[in-house]
């Protein structure tokens, strides 16, 4: 009984299996068009994905470096997959990992990408197969902060100098790279600036060209310092002369004693440029002693600056031209009127003449000076003065008498010139007589 209803079984099942078989494969067939059709394969792009080195003591514990050459560090992912699976994947789920230790004789690791979700459904195709790699010895040096400021001062004022905290930093990095180092800079901004400024600064490294140097290579123990800026105040102040010594006999010196330049712009706190008006200088350099012609010298100023003042502009010396005017003495007779000479301090009850004036219009004198101080000089303009009272204390006089005296004359002369000699005249005081009836 049993094995008829097997044998009923199988007759059943091979009977027409040719047409079954083809029914089973049609059938798989079609599902799978159906799946295609509503869960179709396709490609995601996925762009700039960080190349993540792993393993990197492989070159570092022999003293060595590496730098990522051409971009190679970052690499574009086209991921393959169904669209069901490809919809839930994010560029944060890509990893792209290169390994230190299956580096390459070419010095390249090969990149491998994986998904942090349904890793073993998805196809990862990239752009790029490798990490190329410069290995090079590691150089560690120093260098001091160059501190400076970019922008300019409020007006009146000026940068007295830039300090930066730390002054020192230090680089490790590929050998190649360290040795192009020339110089690190801090630079502040101190536009429109009118008093002391602080502030933090990033550094920034240089080349002998001034080009800057940018590599991420390139390690420095500090990226920003602090740079404070000091600021002062200016002023324009002129230069004062004192000339030492008499030139020869016969020669005069010049009035004014030219100076290039004639004035120089000094800077300091405003509490102390308040108190100078001018730079007096005494210069061994500046003497007119025995001197027949005009004679230039060259004199720094800087020791004679007030305390706490420098120059506005720290690249000037202080070397000024300093010339010492030298003229011949000339001198020329002046016939002054006889109505400019008067007696000052005149005593009350008495006549006074001037005796070398009687029945005469003028007065001769004799100035000295250089040739344009006394050409320019007018005799209509000069007055001659008797000063009583000076005749009086010479004399020790208790009181005034009828009779003759004798005084300096003085006259209203230019400070550029002289009397060639000394003038003296007579006064006669006579008692006014009262009138009888």
Known sequence: MKNNILKKVAGILTHNFGLKLLAVVVSCGLWFVVNSITDPVEKKPFSNIPVEIINEEMVTSEGKVFEILEGTNYVNVVVTGKRSVLANIARDDLRAVADMSKLTFMNTVGIEVSSARNNSELDFKTN??????????????????????????????????????????????????????????????????????????????YDADGKEIKSNSIKMNISTVNVAVSILATKEVPLEFTIQGEPADGYIVSREVVSVPETVMIAGRSSVLDGVSRISVADPALSAEELTESTTSIVNIKKYLPSNVQFADSSYNGNVSVTIGIEKLVTKELEIPARNFAAGNKPEGFRLTLKELEDKDSYVIRISGTQAAVDVVNAEEIIGVIDMSLIWNNLGLQQWAAGSYQGDITFNLPDNVTLAEAYKMTVELGEIEEETE
Do not use: C, W
């Not at 790029?128 to 400076?148: G, M, P, T, W, Y």
């Open 128 to 205: 790029i197969d490798n990490v190329k790699l410069l290995i090079e010895n590691r150089k560690s040096i120093q260098k001091s902060i160059l501190a400076s400021v970019s922008g300019e001062p409020a007006d009146g004022y000026v940068v007295d100098r830039a300090l930066a905290s730390p002054n020192v930093v230090r680089f490790s990095g590929p050998e190649s790279l360290i040795m192009q180092i020339d110089h690190v800079e801090a630079v502040a901004n101190i536009e429109g600036g009118s008093s002391d400024i602080s502030t933090s600064v990033d550094l920034k490294i």
